[in-house]
């Protein structure tokens, strides 16, 4: 088992509509919780950080946690063409200390016009 | 605030040879790890640094090294080189210890031939 997992997708979704990306995780201890967005050719930027359960909201984007089920999600509201790109979950976990992530293979989404 | 940076931002190298990258993370951030990502295998940590000690190793081989001057800049040292450490080398500086919210520098794509 992956310890970060992610539907490679691609998820396509119209332009205006809600786009949902989901992660899981398998280390029990994670303490936080990070979205990333990679355009191609480019470096992650960072997005979104949750670090309690239940809903984060800045802009169009809200991040869920729900540490019971070991499910973390993205939601994109009013998608634009601009947001198509590669969204990568990262966890950090409770052994090492530091900063270290574990990241998701990331999900493709296409906003489609 | 000036972003990451990192030099050289694209390299071409033939198998047995080094191969050195530079970081310099964000102003005021003690914290810069490296990771590989590659198509295959997504990103990868490679380790981390904190006030020039090494906290954190991924798993990759010895040939992989790096090290963190007094002014939090961090280089990344591959030896010899071969065929399949052709990949994008992310740097990420934190400046928060231990909470995991990093920013990436633009990568060096590395091709090995």
């Known amino acids: 088992q992956k310890e970060v997992e992610q539907n490679s997708g691609p998820l396509s979704v119209p332009e205006g509509a809600i786009a949902s990306l989901n992660c899981t995780y398998s280390?029990?201890?994670?303490?936080?919780f990070f979205w990333y967005r990679q355009y191609s050719g480019k470096s992650p930027e960072l997005i979104m950080f949750?670090?309690?359960?239940g809903d984060k909201e800045d802009g169009r984007f809200t991040a869920q946690l729900n540490k019971a089920s070991q499910y973390v999600s993205l939601l994109i509201r009013d998608s634009q063409p601009s947001d198509s790109a590669t969204y990568l979950c990262a966890v950090k976990g409770l052994t090492g200390g530091g900063n270290k992530l574990t990241f998701g293979t990331g999900t493709q989404l296409k906003v489609e016009l | 605030k000036a972003g990451v940076t990192q030099t050289p931002r694209y390299l071409i190298k033939t198998r047995g040879q080094q191969v050195t990258l530079s970081c310099s993370p964000i102003s005021g951030h003690r914290s810069v790890s490296w990771y590989q990502q590659t198509p295959g295998q997504g990103l990868q940590f490679l380790f981390e640094y904190f006030s020039e000690t090494q906290r954190n190793k991924g798993n990759f081989p010895g040939r992989f090294s790096g090290r963190q001057f007094s002014n939090s800049r961090s280089e990344m040292n591959v030896s010899t080189l071969e065929l399949g450490d052709s990949a994008l080398y992310l740097c990420?500086?934190?400046?928060?210890?231990?909470?995991?919210?990093?920013?990436f520098g633009p990568g060096t794509r590395l091709t090995v031939t």
């Open positions: 280390d029990r201890g994670s303490q936080s």
């Open positions: 949750i670090y309690s359960n």
């Open positions: 990420a500086s934190s400046l928060r210890d231990g909470s995991g919210e990093q920013y």
